[in-house]
């Protein structure tokens, strides 16, 4: 994506603390970031909590991360704004650390 980063992420809301756990694959091969919130899934409060912890992680403004599909499902599809270069090393290194 110009201008930033697209990011397949699985949200599992009602957990007990905000976490990003690490990439999940699906059995069609599919990888998502499995993150994990405490956030209950209504009127919008997971999806908020998801932008928020994905911008702290990753070190950019919660208006640099967009919900680009996915609203009402576990599986969602985010855009980050930003250096994609700069974004998909800061992703890396938050992804080696949960390995």
């Known amino acids: 994506m110009p201008g930033g980063i697209g990011l397949a992420v699985r949200a599992s809301p009602k957990a007990g603390r905000d976490s990003i ?17 405490t956030a209950a899934p209504s009127d919008g ?9 994905i911008a702290k992680s990753l070190g950019v403004a919660k208006r640099d991360v967009t ?5 009402s499902s576990r ?4 855009h980050i704004s930003g250096d994609p270069a700069k974004l998909v090393a800061a992703l890396s290194t938050i992804i080696e650390g949960k390995a």
């Not at 409060?45 to 912890?53: D, I, K, Q, S």
């Not at 919900?67 to 609203?71: C, E, F």
């Open 21 to 37: 756990e690490g990439v999940f694959t699906a059995d069609d091969g599919r990888a998502w970031l499995s993150v994990k919130l």
């Open 67 to 71: 919900l680009a599909s996915g609203a």
């Open 75 to 78: 599986l969602k599809r985010l």
């Open 45 to 53: 409060a997971a999806n908020e909590a998801l932008v928020r912890l």
